[in-house]
């Protein structure tokens, strides 16, 4: 079955430490997206990349990193930088970059800050 | 204005019932709109796509009116397990889909 998939589900970081998200779909879509919700919050856009080997800044880039060095895979890296990144990550695939198809969601990975 | 506006809700309805959510956007120029479903500390699920001339899907149908800029989402002989956050998702800046906050629907006994 096709679909998305993130890991780990639930990730516990320290103060100060980067910490990587990974994001993978085999839905041979073009175009990944990561999102943060906060509770009793919307999805905020982080990143996005529409084609391999590159990649936008979405609303709220600040202490985030991305790659997309191949088409089925788009790590987020948390840095030291943020300095709230308590939330839940939310990735997404479109089959396109236009918004045309709607978004398949991975089940998410909760971050805490301990 | 933002650019996707809800009524967080909650909106607490009996089984049976009948319920609708409207969900204005302010890009004139989008063209493609959905409906999600949320739940509690889940990921959004795509429940519908908006077409121009509405769709319906068993219990629910979904309308665009676009002179007034809206979606609605309508929800007929609501069950317990419709109880969820219903996002809108209409095609914003950068044809990027951008979410609603959601409205939280509570079906009960």
């Known amino acids: 079955d096709g679909g998305i998939t993130q890991s780990p589900k639930y990730l516990f970081r320290k103060e100060g430490q980067n910490v990587t998200l990974s994001c993978e779909q085999n839905?041979?879509?073009?175009?990944m997206y990561w999102y943060r919700q906060d509770p009793g919050q919307g999805l905020r856009l982080i990143y996005y990349?529409?084609?391999?080997?590159?990649?936008q800044k979405g609303d709220i880039a600040e202490g985030y990193s991305v790659s997309r060095e191949k088409k089925e895979s788009f790590p987020l890296t948390v840095t030291s930088a943020q300095k709230n990144p308590t939330a839940f990550y939310l990735c997404?695939?479109?089959?396109?970059?236009?918004?045309?198809?709607?978004?398949?969601f991975g089940s998410g990975t909760r971050l805490t800050v301990v | 204005r933002k650019e996707v506006e809800q009524d967080p809700g909650p909106f607490n309805v009996p089984e049976g019932a009948t319920v609708a959510f409207n969900c204005t956007y302010s890009?004139?120029?989008?063209?493609?709109f959905f409906w999600y479903r949320q739940d509690c500390r889940k990921e959004p699920k795509l429940l519908m796509s908006?077409?121009?001339s509405g769709n319906e899907d068993g219990r629910f149908t979904a309308q665009l009116n676009r002179a007034s800029q809206y979606i609605s989402l309508l929800i007929r002989d609501s069950k317990l397990s419709d109880s969820a956050t219903y996002l809108c998702?209409?095609?914003?800046?950068?044809?990027?889909?951008?979410f609603g906050t959601g409205t939280q629907l509570k079906v009960e006994l």
């Open positions: 997404a695939s479109s089959m396109d970059g236009l918004g045309n198809y709607g978004y398949t």
């Open positions: 908006v077409y121009s």
């Open positions: 998702a209409p095609q914003g800046g950068g044809n990027k889909l951008t």
């Open positions: 990349s529409q084609i391999v080997n590159d990649f």
């Open positions: 890009n004139s120029a989008s063209q493609s």
């Open positions: 839905l041979n879509h073009d175009a």
